[in-house]
Nanobody
Framework: QVQLVESGGGLVQAGGSLRLSCAASDGTFSRYAMGWFRQAPGKEREFVAAITWSSGSTYYADSVKGRFTVSRDNAKNTVSLQMNNLKPEDTAIYYC?????????????????WGQGTQVTVSA
C-alpha cells in the first residue's frame, strides 16, 4: 500500500508559478510511474503530467505542455510538478497518483494509489 501526500497548492495570480510536491511512503517508490491529475468543479478528473520509473520519460497534457514540468527524486521518494505561467483555467484540485504500470501512464484507470489532493487557485 502506497500512501501519497501532496503539498504546495495555494492561491496565485495569473502568470505566476507554483511548485507541487508529492511524498510517497513506499520504499519501492522508484518502481512506480507517477502521475499528476486535476479536477475542476463540475468536471472530470483529467491527466496533467506523468513520469515513468524506468527511463524517466515524461508526458504532458497539451494544455500544460511548455508550462509545467514533472520531475522525481527517487532517493527522497518525491515527485514534483513545477507550474509556470499559470492561467485561471488551471484552477483545480491537483492529485498525485502512482502505478506499477509501464504502459498507458496517461490513463487515469491505470493508477492504483491516489493522494488526497491539493487546491490550486489562479486568479485573473
Amino acid at each position: 500500500q502506497v500512501q501519497l501526500v501532496e503539498s504546495g497548492g495555494g492561491l496565485v495570480q495569473a502568470g505566476g508559478s507554483l511548485r507541487l510536491s508529492c511524498a510517497a511512503s513506499d520504499g519501492t517508490f522508484s518502481r512506480y510511474a507517477m502521475g499528476w491529475f486535476r479536477q475542476a468543479p463540475g468536471k472530470e478528473r483529467e491527466f496533467v503530467a506523468a513520469i515513468t520509473w524506468s527511463s524517466g520519460s515524461t508526458y504532458y497534457a497539451d494544455s500544460v505542455k511548455g508550462r509545467f514540468t514533472v520531475s522525481r527524486d527517487n532517493a527522497k521518494n518525491t515527485v514534483s510538478l513545477q507550474m509556470n505561467n499559470l492561467k485561471p483555467e488551471d484552477t483545480a484540485i491537483y492529485y498525485c497518483a502512482a502505478t506499477r504500470s509501464v504502459v498507458e501512464v496517461t490513463a487515469r484507470n491505470r493508477y492504483n494509489y491516489w493522494g488526497q489532493g491539493t487546491q490550486v487557485t489562479v486568479s485573473a
